[in-house]
């Protein structure tokens, strides 16, 4: 087993990121750290005096006496309070088992008698949950799935306790935002951040060679070191949309946070100019710029807030964008990115040093990315899987309808079922965590896993998934793993976030387990799924009799998304994009019960797994797409038809 560390540490550095200013900042005191055998015990409190709340707190380490903090405790060998939701108090305890790791990652280059950790502690509301929607920009339509975004801009200390430096020329305060930063510093920080928090990193660098997320490995030269006009290396930056690292916000994100989103929508000031007004008479109490701010960076979050409770949308620093600058395009557009072309990096907001017109939200302006000026600064994103992987719905203990017959049939317990079928989104998250864990693995565009087996089939390993690009003529998405991260393929025509919250499918009924069992779940049986779809309402289908496409997803329904799956819970009422939907849940309220895809059941018929349900390739003449139905087929089966749902017992003796 490789040696990671000798001797007991000697040495402790802490450090506390800025949080939300209308909270104090978490401080960590009274770090202490012991190894004991296989094992470090790191010992710390966690204090905040304004405003407590749960802390993201994170591992980092440096093997060089200090000098540089750049290695990091592998998540899946760190236990106790460390991670999301850590509440402050006395006694604090990390665990972290070093042996372990150095078997199985290697030693990092930590050795010898000392070295030193960082403990660092971040208020979990430093980022705000955004409520996706839909605006429009001239003939530029855009709707925005839910996402995250950044309280504040990212402050000094912020930066400094991830890069190991301050760059900024006003660095009198730790809490005014960085600056003299560039778009490339931005894309390094947040990488650097998702690693240091176990996260997946949004950015790769691939020149033709892809070097992956991690910038340490990424070639000499891959950022300039100064202003560059002739400079295009941003253009080997590559943005994994379905990662859930830190990332910088798209502009059409920026834009609509900027503008106060849903809240601002539904109270009539979506339109105004700036971040929480439209008059620049009221203007010097929500942002600092060249009129009040003694030409200089303002601490984070001291003028009022906008509609969603973010701070300095206008004003401060501008603000760097993932996007490359362009002139909108017309139509229809779901979570755009920005240009696939150009020289120049998007930036919002204006900044201290500008006047009340050129802090306008409405103002575009570009920039090199590796431009650097003390008005220069950014705030993170990050994405949220949609829907909701929480998302249930109760059944009740009762009688139900069953079969074509409409005999009545019992159920004896409680139990939840998913609201919708698993997403690509979740089902990603899953690999990726799986993946980690090493409880499954890869051979050739296979992804394979242990089944401890049953009366049919044998314990052995199974394939779970069956990667690559999507079959021609179908549009449905497609994992595959590239460069070491698990990623979606849309089909053609298609961008990756159209395909993100559609039902996963090319999963075979050990991939649907292994999931379940991942989350501590299960498969539904057959006589659970017919009651979460039909209540005892004896219908052939969720909803009544009869099927149109207005309710459901099947072969020629005529949805946009026709000869393919539709997103989850698409059938809601809504009108999608001029597609208008009638709501078509079951009797409890779970979504996509006829069509889009057949969900794999815990159910045998012989040696063949249950599916119910039907799916977008089926005709609705036949009895396909009809609740009764129960056709079979082997668990091995990997197609674009068939994906599934889980369900949570509630009183159940298995």
């Not at 202490?32 to 094992?39: A, C, E, V």
């Not at 929508?265 to 009040?292: C, H, I, K, P, R």
């Not at 009740?396 to 698993?422: C, F, H, L």
């Not at 794999?600 to 009895?623: A, E, K, V």
Request: a negative charge; glycine letters at 10%; proline letters at 5%.
């Amino acid at each position: 087993m490789k040696k990671l560390i000798f001797a007991v540490v000697m040495l402790i550095f802490t450090a506390a990121l800025c949080a939300q200013i209308n909270g104090s900042i978490p401080v960590v005191s009274n770090v202490t750290m012991q190894q004991t055998g296989d094992k470090v015990y790191v010992r710390y409190d966690l204090s905040i005096t304004t405003n407590p709340v749960d802390c993201r707190v994170s591992l980092v380490i440096s093997g060089d006496g200090g000098e540089t903090f750049d290695i990091y405790a592998h998540p899946y060998y760190l236990f106790g309070d460390i991670g999301d939701n850590v509440t402050p108090g006395s006694d604090k305890e990390i665990i972290w088992l070093i042996s372990e790791q150095a078997e199985n990652e290697g030693g990092q280059n930590i050795s010898g008698n000392t070295y030193r950790v960082r403990v660092i502690a971040g208020r979990n509301d430093e980022v705000e949950y955004i409520q996706g929607g839909t605006f429009s920009i001239a003939a530029y339509n855009v709707t925005l799935s839910d996402y995250k975004i950044g309280t504040h801009e990212v402050t000094q200390e912020e930066y400094e306790a991830v890069m190991g430096l301050n760059p900024s020329e006003f660095s009198t305060y730790p809490n005014t935002p960085v600056e003299l930063v560039s778009w490339y510093d931005a894309i390094e920080y947040c990488n650097r951040r998702s690693i240091q928090e176990g996260l997946q990193p949004c950015y790769s660098y691939n020149d033709g060679v892809n070097y992956g997320t991690d910038p340490d490995n990424w070639p000499s030269g891959w950022k300039p070191s100064e202003w560059d006009m002739d400079d295009d290396n941003h253009l080997n930056i590559t943005f994994n949309q379905s990662a859930r690292g830190y990332r910088l916000p798209t502009e059409m994100e920026w834009e609509f946070a900027a503008r106060g989103g849903v809240p601002a929508q539904n109270g009539g000031t979506f339109s105004d100019n700036y971040a929480g007004t439209s008059l620049v008479s009221e203007l010097t109490n929500y942002a600092w710029y060249d009129l009040n701010s003694g030409n200089t960076t303002r601490t984070v979050g001291t003028k009022l807030a906008n509609e969603l409770d973010l701070f300095d949308m206008n004003g401060n620093v501008y603000e760097w964008c993932w996007d490359l600058y362009d002139s909108f395009p017309s139509g229809n557009y779901n979570d755009p990115a920005g240009s696939s072309t150009g020289h120049y990096r998007i930036v919002k907001g204006g900044s201290y040093a500008m006047d009340y017109y050129n802090t306008q939200l409405s103002n575009r302006n570009n920039m090199e990315a590796s431009f650097k000026h003390s008005s220069f600064g950014f705030r993170v994103a990050k994405r949220i899987s949609s829907p909701q992987p929480d998302e249930w719905c109760y059944v009740p203990a009762g009688n139900y309808t069953w079969g074509q017959t409409g005999e009545t049939a019992n159920i004896s317990y409680d139990y939840r079922m998913m609201k919708y079928q698993v997403t690509n989104d979740q089902y990603i998250t899953y690999l990726e965590e799986a993946y980690s864990d090493g409880n499954i693995w890869l051979s050739g565009n296979e992804i394979i896993g242990y089944y401890n087996g049953d009366e049919h089939w044998e314990a052995g390993n199974y394939t779970l998934y069956t990667m690559g690009t999507p079959d021609t003529g179908s549009n449905v998405g497609r994992i595959d793993f590239i460069g070491g991260e698990f990623i979606l393929y849309p089909p053609s025509g298609y961008v990756l976030s159209d395909y993100l919250n559609h039902p996963v499918v090319y999963v075979t009924w050990f991939g649907a387990w292994h999931y379940a069992k991942h989350y501590n779940l299960r498969l539904p049986t057959e006589q659970e799924w017919e009651k979460a779809a039909r209540g005892m309402t004896g219908y052939d289908y969720p909803w009544g009799n009869t099927i149109d496409g207005s309710r459901a997803n099947y072969s020629d329904s005529g949805d946009p998304y026709d000869n393919g799956t539709t997103p989850a819970g698409y059938y809601d009422g809504s009108t999608h994009y001029g597609y208008a939907t009638t709501d078509s849940p079951s009797p409890y309220g779970v979504y996509d019960m006829s069509g889009n895809v057949s969900d794999w059941t815990d159910s045998w018929l012989n040696q063949f797994r249950i599916i119910r349900g039907g799916s977008w390739s089926n005709n609705p003449t036949y009895h396909d797409l009809k609740s009764w139905n129960r056709p079979a087929t082997i668990p091995t089966v990997s197609d674009y038809q068939r994906g599934f749902r889980c369900v949570l017992p509630l009183s159940f003796d298995e």
